[in-house]
T-cell receptor
Framework: SQTIHQWPATLVQPVGSPLSLECTVEGTSNPNLYWYRQAAGRGLQLLFYSVGIGQISSEVPQNLSASRPQDRQFILSSKKLLLSDSGFYLC???????????FGPGTRLLVL | AQTVTQSQPEMSVQEAETVTLSCTYDTSESDYYLFWYKQPPSRQMILVIRQEAYKQQNATENRFSVNFQKAAKSFSLKISDSQLGDAAMYFCAYLLYNQGGKLIFGQGTELSVKP
């Protein structure tokens, strides 16, 4: 069966520091991968998605970036964190475009 | 632009009773997918149910069922025989097939279950 992992689970970082959040999927090949952010416990907003290695589509212009160095690995990064980057970050995968998305456990990021 | 609206920020139900959560959406597409996700206090998003727009039959998963009204662009979730473990935030979502499968989420409905 397929599983999706995210780490770290919780992160507290100072403003201006770099960021690297990792997401990996097991048990499937060539998944579609997604990064969402949830602020204040409400609706999710798509940040990036990827349909293959090295293919990244950005939805919201900001100081975050994403990379997909391996088939089942998706990384969310920032060179300098802002206070507004605080939130809950969720990674998701699907088998095909239009397929059901399954979410990881998420990472709580607090920028101080 | 596609939007999803959940007009009930909070709902409450007595254990073993039935509750319906509302969701409306706006789209010009004829073929799309709709979902309900549950987010318990752990905050992991858990799939509850999926509906394909081309199917007239309403989706059902055990105690969870939907009332899909395509013409009215309405997609409500009915939870029967509510259990304490059903207490969570529930999100309605619309899938944009031609944008990489992007999900558009509503703002959520927080459901509490009273014993």
């Amino acid at each position: 069966s397929q599983t999706i992992h995210q780490w770290p689970a919780t992160l507290v970082q100072p403003v201006g520091s770099p960021l690297s959040l990792e997401c990996t999927v097991e048990g499937t090949s060539n998944p579609n991968l997604y990064w969402y952010r949830q602020a204040a416990g409400r609706g999710l907003q798509l940040l990036f998605y990827s349909v293959g290695i090295g293919q990244i589509s950005s939805e919201v212009p900001q100081n975050l970036s994403a990379s997909r160095p391996q088939d089942r690995q998706f990384i969310l990064s920032s060179k300098k964190l802002l206070l507004s980057d605080s939130g809950f970050y969720l990674c998701a995968w699907s088998e095909i475009v239009g397929g059901t998305q399954y979410f990881g456990p998420g990472t709580r990021l607090l920028v101080l | 632009a596609q939007t999803v609206t959940q007009s009930q920020p909070e709902m409450s139900v007595q254990e073993a009773e039935t509750v319906t959560l509302s969701c409306t959406y706006d789209t010009s597409e004829s073929d799309y997918y709709l979902f309900w996700y549950k987010q318990p206090p752990s905050r992991q998003m858990i799939l509850v149910i999926r509906q394909e727009a081309y199917k007239q039959q309403n989706a059902t998963e055990n105690r969870f069922s939907v009332n899909f009204q395509k013409a009215a662009k309405s997609f409500s979730l009915k939870i029967s025989d509510s259990q304490l473990g059903d207490a969570a935030m529930y999100f309605c979502a619309y899938l944009l097939y031609n944008q990489g499968g992007k999900l558009i989420f509503g703002q959520g409905t927080e459901l509490s279950v009273k014993p």
